[in-house]
């Protein structure tokens, strides 16, 4: 009987997920991500894409932009700090360039009344920001398990 077998999914660092063999026919999914990428993308949804108006999803960052200066400096502030935690989580310089890039980007055009608003919603850089991350962190993981030896524990 196999136990302890680690098996990549169908379509590797599509699904992102890993799943171990419990040695009674059953797997179990072990995601190799760390919690912290589940809670970005958690905040980047409720920023981007946690509403929805005749089809078209947008989250607290347009409205936020609806309110002249403050709110879009409020919005910035927390696009600021998915980048720092995309940083803790070990992003490297150069995702966390792109990142700072779409970042920018948002501000810039999002500070232009009404243009600016409807950019927001079009663009969502907060959710391609995590998108970036969760990407950059699967590719680690996928590296650091090719090159580790498959062991078979045999009973």
């Known amino acids: 009987m196999r136990q302890g077998i680690l098996e990549r999914s169908a379509r590797p660092g599509v ?3 890993t799943f171990r063999s419990s040695g009674r026919g059953r797997a179990e999914v072990v995601d190799p991500l760390p919690k912290e990428v589940e809670r970005l993308d958690h905040i980047a949804t409720l920023l981007d894409s946690r509403f929805s108006f005749l089809g078209i999803r947008f989250g607290f960052d347009s409205i936020l932009g609806l309110v002249p200066v403050v709110g879009d ?7 600021g700090y998915l980048i720092a935690e995309a ?6 310089k150069r995702t966390l360039l792109t990142m700072l890039m779409n970042t920018t980007l948002d501000a810039v055009i999002g500070s232009v009344p009404l243009l600016g608003d409807l950019f927001d919603v079009a663009f969502k850089a907060n959710k391609r920001n995590v998108a970036l991350v969760r990407r950059e962190l699967l590719r680690k993981h996928e590296r650091r398990r090719a090159k580790q030896p498959l062991t078979v524990d045999l009973h």
């Open 15 to 17: 699904s992102g997920r």
């Open 73 to 79: 400096a409020a919005a910035l502030g927390i696009s």
């Open 87 to 92: 940083a803790r989580a070990g992003a490297r």
